[in-house]
T-cell receptor, first 113, second 115 residues
């Protein structure tokens, strides 16, 4: 089945130690998104890629970076995680922009010690 | 900019009873509207969506939603809930204007089912 895959499902890192979260998709969608979701809150969009074009949300901290080496993969890099970065990170894809349906992966829960 | 309000943070319903979850949106043009469900520790699953046309939309798992432009609402309904429906439900509005193509989520409604 076509899907959005996130690895790992759980990630523990130390305060200040860089961490990378991975997302892959078999849907061949043009757009890939990264959301941060803290406990009992709505998902918050960090950034998205339309093909190779990177679009950062205005309030996304510089500590968060992303890479999309090809259509299928997208990475979220947190350069120096703080305790406040502990959250669920959700990857999503859509065929196009403009309100197209987004398909979500299962998420990676990040714990910062 | 678009916004979504889900006025009910938490709803408790008896198994077999009917359900309505409220969603109000704000957006200048015709919106794209979505309902997603999230089980604990999981990603979001699309229940249904409204793009245009018939204002009553059928989704998966027996859910439906009705778009009411005059009330800026997109409420989710189910005639008879099952224990497996216990989850967090998010309403979202998709913008279509160039440079603002993204989903904005409401803060969610947690649904608890009691026997």
């Amino acid at each position: 089945d076509a899907m959005v895959i996130q690895n790992p499902r759980y990630q523990v890192t130390q305060f200040g130690k860089p961490v990378t979260l991975s997302c892959s998709q078999t849907l061949n969608h043009n757009v890939m998104y990264w959301y941060q979701q803290k406990s009992s809150q709505a998902p918050k969009l960090l950034f998205h890629y339309y093909d190779k074009d990177f679009n950062n949300e205005a309030d996304t901290p510089d500590n968060f970076q992303s890479r999309r080496p090809n259509t299928s993969f997208c990475f979220l890099d947190i350069r120096s995680p703080g305790l406040g970065d502990a959250a669920m990170y959700l990857c999503a894809t859509s065929r196009d922009l403009g309100g197209e349906t987004q398909y979500f992966g299962p998420g990676t829960r990040l714990l910062v010690l | 900019a678009q916004s979504v309000t889900q006025p009910d943070i938490h709803i408790t319903v008896s198994e077999g009873a009917s359900l309505e979850l409220r969603c109000n949106y704000s957006y200048g043009a015709t919106p794209y509207l979505f309902w997603y469900v999230q089980s604990p520790g999981q990603g979001l699953q699309l229940l249904l969506k409204y793009f245009s046309g018939d204002t009553l939309v059928q989704g998966i798992k027996g859910f439906e939603a009705e778009f009411k432009r005059s009330q800026s609402s997109f409420n989710l309904r189910k005639p008879s809930v099952h224990w497996s429906d216990a989850a967090e439900y998010f309403c979202a509005v998709g913008a279509s204007d160039f440079g603002n193509e993204k989903l904005t989520f409401g803060t969610g409604t947690r649904l608890t089912i009691i026997p």
